[in-house]
């Protein structure tokens, strides 16, 4: 097996287009992580903002078409879930189906 030196394996920009390229998926890895960390800090205000629902009375409930069970539920799903969406879809589903006969 022969045995090539640096200066002999080296050839005129290979390193530069290495470094450049390691450089810009260094760039989109930070630029990835730094969105994600948006949408999770987004996502986990939102739910604490939904949790506030947490420990209403139940005349409270009522007025608003849901059940103290649904809200406890969406409070404990997971932080991808929108529980306020989800909890409109079954006040919908709630009115709906309180209102045929």
Excluded: C
């Excluded at 394996?9 to 760039?27: I, K, N, P, Q």
């Excluded at 890895?29 to 960390?37: F, I, K, N, T």
């Excluded at 969406?74 to 189906?97: F, G, I, Q, T």
């Amino acid at each position: 097996m022969a045995h090539l030196d640096y200066s002999e394996r080296f050839e005129e920009g290979r390193l530069t287009a290495l470094v450049m390229t390691t450089g810009r998926l260094l760039r989109d890895w930070y630029r990835a992580r730094r969105q994600r960390h948006a949408v999770l800090s987004k996502q986990w205000e939102d739910r604490q903002a939904f949790k506030n629902l947490l420990g209403k009375e139940d005349w409270v409930y009522r007025d608003m078409g849901i059940h103290r069970g649904d809200v406890e539920f969406l409070a404990n799903e997971p932080l991808d879930v929108n529980a306020s969406a989800e909890l409109e879809r079954m006040r919908l589903h709630y009115r709906k189906s309180r209102y045929t006969v």
